[in-house]
């Protein structure tokens, strides 16, 4: 759901990515030493923080949180950094092997379990054992896929699901109702919605990085599965009918239903494309609502849920923004945790949720009147539906950032561009999915 979601943000002007400054390693031992010294000696420790999301205003709401942060613990300095979100996960990988990831960083789900087993990032389970929030946290947090064998290593922000968000002047001129019941109306709106005349378009489409999400989400709800693998760890691309969806979605592109340079849209741009007015029907999460109440006018868009599959079910990703993580190299680990419980705490989750239309973490925060009213009702209301699978990406994967983010891309891509078949393409995506979840099998039975 992207997680992974993941992640997402306010705006599409992004901010310009500040150096990083790296943390030298040192046993994690010392950390403690090191945090009681700059104390005792008055001087302020210092910790750095990555947010993978930057947008004028996110970037000012973490600032903020980090003033109030400061303000409560004067002896801890916290040093913002950001990098966009289409080039996260190289950026997390890269400086975890160079062993200079920043102390707290903001990671999905898609790449939790790479990190994790890579020893980039802490475990945080005994950290979480000593919580004294655990006992308000929704069940939906105590499913998130922020663990790694069994053990807690990120505390999740807040809860993303997909829902489809929809130009509903568009369609009030063409008389059509404002809902998408089923995948069949998706399809046959995403024709009836283009006008090239006009320069319109019947969706979003996304064909960079993590798009294969989007279509692995149709593919599952397709074929009625909570899976991307069949009960013998091969995945579901090799069946008949998965391999029809796949190419059902794929068709809209090939067929006009998407600009032409979505081909290469990740997350900002399809988004952008949404609020533009290029397109009539964009998939995403709630924390776009904040975006297009800021740059649309009312009446001209809607968030509707997403389609039900032929069985009565809608099959959707859901999971954290992006979640924070503890680098195993930091210096300053209790003063990290520090960090990640304030931005992790009810008053702070709330103010977070609201800004950023998502789900909160907190069983008393959901209580709260902003998430019963207005487009971001629908999303919470569907946590509970009975009707619902939560059908994510396959987060246990040590390569599943890789293969969403980079080779997945590239394998549509070509297909998209007609340098590649329909055939070729399906069987590259079946055969690493099924290497990856053959080789985890092997090493994780029961």
């Given at each position: 759901m992207?997680?992974?979601?993941?992640?997402?943000v306010?705006?599409?002007?992004?901010?310009l990515t500040?150096?990083?400054?790296g943390?030298?390693?040192a046993?994690?031992?010392?950390?403690?030493?090191?945090?009681?010294?700059?104390?005792?000696?008055g001087?302020?420790?210092?910790i750095?923080?990555?947010?993978?999301?930057?947008?004028?205003?996110?970037?000012?709401?973490?600032?903020?949180?980090?003033?109030?942060?400061?303000?409560?613990?004067?002896n801890?300095?916290?040093?913002?950094?950001?990098?966009?979100?289409?080039?996260?996960n190289?950026?997390?990988?890269?400086?975890?092997a160079?062993?200079q990831?920043p102390?707290?960083i903001?990671?999905?789900?898609t790449?939790l379990?790479?990190?994790?087993a890579?020893?980039?990032?802490?475990?945080?389970?005994?950290y979480?054992?000593?919580?004294?929030q655990?006992?308000?946290?929704?069940?939906?947090?105590?499913?998130?896929r922020?663990k790694?064998?069994?053990?807690?290593?990120?505390?999740?922000?807040?809860?993303l699901?997909?829902?489809?968000?929809?130009?509903?002047?568009?369609?009030?001129?063409?008389?059509?109702?404002?809902?998408i019941?089923t995948?069949?109306?998706y399809?046959k709106?995403?024709?009836?919605?283009?006008?090239?005349?006009?320069?319109?378009?019947?969706?979003?489409?996304?064909?960079?990085a993590?798009?294969?999400?989007?279509?692995?989400e149709?593919?599952?709800?397709?074929?009625?599965?909570?899976?991307?693998?069949?009960?013998?760890?091969?995945?579901?691309?090799?069946?008949?009918?998965?391999?029809?969806?796949?190419?059902?979605?794929?068709d809209?592109?090939?067929n006009g239903n998407?600009?032409?340079?979505s081909i290469?849209?990740?997350?900002n741009e399809?988004?952008?494309?949404?609020?533009?007015?290029?397109?009539?029907?964009?998939?995403?999460?709630?924390?776009v609502?904040i975006?297009?109440?800021?740059?649309?006018?009312?009446?001209?868009w809607n968030?509707v849920?997403?389609?039900?599959?032929?069985?009565?079910k809608?099959?959707?990703?859901?999971g954290?923004?992006?979640a924070?993580?503890?680098?195993?190299?930091?210096?300053?680990?209790d003063?990290?945790?520090?960090?990640?419980?304030?931005?992790?705490?009810?008053?702070?989750?709330?103010?977070?949720?609201?800004?950023n239309?998502?789900?909160p973490?907190?069983?008393?925060?959901?209580?709260?009147?902003?998430?019963?009213?207005g487009p971001i009702?629908?999303?919470?209301?569907?946590?509970a539906?009975?009707n619902?699978?939560?059908?994510?990406?396959?987060s246990?994967?040590?390569?599943?950032?890789?293969?969403?983010?980079t080779?997945?891309?590239?394998?549509?891509?070509?297909?998209?561009?007609k340098?590649q078949s329909?055939?070729?393409t399906i069987?590259?995506?079946?055969d690493f999915?099924?290497?990856?979840?053959?080789?985890?099998l092997?090493?994780?039975?029961?």
């Open positions: 992207k997680k992974r979601m993941s992640t997402m306010m705006s599409m002007v992004l901010v500040v150096g990083l400054v943390c030298s390693s046993p994690a031992a010392n950390s403690g030493n090191a945090s009681g010294a700059a104390q005792s000696s001087k302020k420790e210092k750095s923080y990555l947010d993978p999301l930057p947008s004028p205003e996110r970037t000012a709401l973490m600032q903020d949180f980090i003033k109030q942060f400061q303000t409560k613990n004067p801890i300095e916290v040093e913002y950094t950001s990098v966009p979100w289409d080039e996260a190289k950026k997390w990988m890269a400086l975890g160079a062993k990831l102390d707290v903001s990671i999905d789900d790449s379990v790479a990190m994790s890579a020893g980039y990032i802490e475990n945080l389970q005994p979480y054992d000593k919580w004294d655990v006992g308000n946290l929704t069940e939906a947090f105590k499913q998130a922020n790694y064998q069994g053990k807690v290593y990120s505390i999740p922000d807040g809860f699901l997909q829902g489809l968000f929809i130009r509903s002047d568009w369609f009030k001129e063409s008389n059509l109702p404002e809902k019941d995948w069949d109306d399809f709106l995403s024709q009836q919605l283009t006008d090239t005349s006009k320069g319109r378009y019947g969706i979003s489409f996304r064909g960079g993590n798009g294969i999400l989007r279509a692995m149709y593919v599952m709800a397709a074929t009625h599965s909570d899976s991307w693998f069949d009960k013998d760890g091969k995945s579901i691309l090799y069946k008949p009918e998965a391999q029809a969806a796949f190419k059902k979605f794929y809209i592109y090939l998407s600009p032409k340079e290469n849209w990740g997350f399809m988004v952008q494309g949404f609020l533009n007015g290029q397109t009539a029907i964009l998939n995403q999460t709630p924390e609502i975006t297009a109440q800021k740059n649309m006018k009312e009446g001209t968030v849920p997403m389609p039900k599959s032929d069985d009565g809608r099959y959707i990703f859901w954290y923004t992006a924070y993580a503890m680098s195993a190299n930091s210096e300053h680990k003063a990290a945790w520090k960090f990640i419980q304030f931005l992790s705490s009810p008053e702070i989750n709330l103010q977070y949720s609201i800004k239309s998502t789900i973490i907190y069983n008393d925060n959901l209580k709260d009147p902003n998430f019963s009213k009702a629908g999303y919470a209301a569907a946590m539906d009975s619902i699978v939560f059908a994510g990406p396959p246990h994967l040590t390569k599943l950032g890789q293969f969403s983010g080779f997945a891309v590239q394998e549509t891509q070509k297909y998209l561009s340098t329909l055939e070729d069987k590259h995506l079946a999915l099924t290497q990856e979840q053959q080789e985890y092997k090493n994780n039975k029961q």
